[in-house]
């Protein structure tokens, strides 16, 4: 759709420069040049500003000045639904719609789990991650009337370190049927924007990579949320970013001014149950409608911005999505019987301890070493299954792209070495055939049927693991850490330069179910989006561009920094 090739959000300047910059330049050709440019080397990291200006960090936490804001009420702690039954699709019966289930989505979601100190400073921890912590994603949903939340259906911010709901815009109870009318009883919105500038302050060009890294994880957070509740949650990938933009507020000029805008990603549906054949788009209704009253400005987050990264705007730009919903056919993949032995129904932590215990390691102890079954259960979570229904694979369409290459450190029984995994069974010929010619390829005994895991070869690999990741030493010090390989340019190809974003948003999806695993296991992990690009491609032997590393995860014995305090998430007493 041409329209959507206009300028969402921040009138023309962005898409000027874009045009300007690029030339006649497609928008695949402007993704490939963006991420060959922000590519990091051995010798020479992607452009950033090279320091931290500590006078322009921007908040973390965007308001509109001038809403209603909504407190949720915080779920009280102690809720005894197990972790691995979030997996257990279908056995969590689903919770009505009402602020308290509202609210406990929210916390699940995106919510404070922790402030830490250190000396003077303090900042705060989400259960979604985010690189450098600078949480660049917004939530947002599109409710209905609910009693103790508002008596019309609104579109709502998600304000973090309130755990509240303003209300952007108040829409009308025909609006509403209109919006909703193609969903199952009991169904609502959720919607993701990026604030580019938070990254872009610290890492600069590469800024739009961890973004949609974030946007992934997000958007795993969101759905093993729903999953708390006993709800399912789909990405509408019918819909397009013009119509999320609108739907969101996120266009309307008069409410930003100077601060800083944001981005669309994505919209998804929940709802009690869906069916396969649920429309995954919105029938063209926007709430910039006679029914819809908007209110609020946003916050600036920045006094003013040192450096301006025009390549961002440009790659945006070329990654807007008109729309389409995505068919494919998921009945190669494996069944939940084949990937796990036996159903997963013990373990060791709550769904609350695992979600809002979460945290990425610091520093691994380069000594703990974890069982085989749990690095077995751990990467079969990883697979979608034959059926769509997994979690969470069951929010997004398309078979997997990201297909991971483990550095195997500590696994008991296992020898530590290079391994394969290629998430998707019908990719491994071409995995073969991409890397290099003399690894061995061998199927890991002992491990379930539907895990597609091989040894490549044999070796202490933990000094390359962390080179390779920006000299990082918790890639090395971890149980294992693994690269995760895209099935890139067919990608494009197939899907179009939109779908770079979804790229990473599975990479954030795999990383985020390993965070949870991680803990579930009684160990820690980390997300690493600083790892040298292209000396990743020369360990697995990928010469060719058509597959591109886009993310690397650890696995470990975290080193807790004993120098930090802990503080509750919302106002209670200091832990100690
Ligand atoms: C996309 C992404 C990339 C990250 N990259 C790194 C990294 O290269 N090195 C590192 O030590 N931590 C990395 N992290 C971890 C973040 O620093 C961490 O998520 C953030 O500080 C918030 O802490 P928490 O995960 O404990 O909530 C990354 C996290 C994400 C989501």
Redesign the pocket.
Known sequence: MASDRLPLVVGPGPLERARRLEGDASPEQVVVAYHERTKHHFHRFAASLGYMDWATQPNPFRRYVGTDLVRLPLPKAGCPLPYWQLYAMGTVPPEPLSVESVSLFFRYALSLTAWKRFHETTWS??AN?????LHPTEGYAVLPAIEGLGDTAAVYHYAPREHALERRAVVDAKSWRELIAPFPDGSFLVGLSSVHWREAWKYGERAFR?CQ??VG?ALATMRIAAAALGWRLVLLDGVGDVVVSRLLGLGRHEDFGEAEREEPELLALIAPELSPTVPRGLNGVTTDSAGVRWQGRANTLSPEHSIEWPVIDEVSWATRRSGVSITEDFSRLPTEEELFGRPVCQGLLTSEKAILGR??A?AMDGSTAISQAAFFRMLARLIPTHDGRSLPWDAIPWRPRIHLGPFVHRVDGLPPGLYALPRDPDKLAALKEVMRREFRWLRVPNCPLGLPLYLLQEGDCQALAARVS?G?D?AGDGAFSLGMIADYMDSLTTYGAGFYRNLFWEA?MV?QVLYLEAEEAGVRS?????YFDDPVHEVFGIASREWQSL?HFTVGGPVEDVRLTTLPAYGREPER
């Open positions: 921890l989400r991650p985010s690189s450098g912590d961890y890294h974030d994880h945290r990425s610091m920006c990082q918790i954030g990383g980390t997300g690493i989006g600083c993310y």
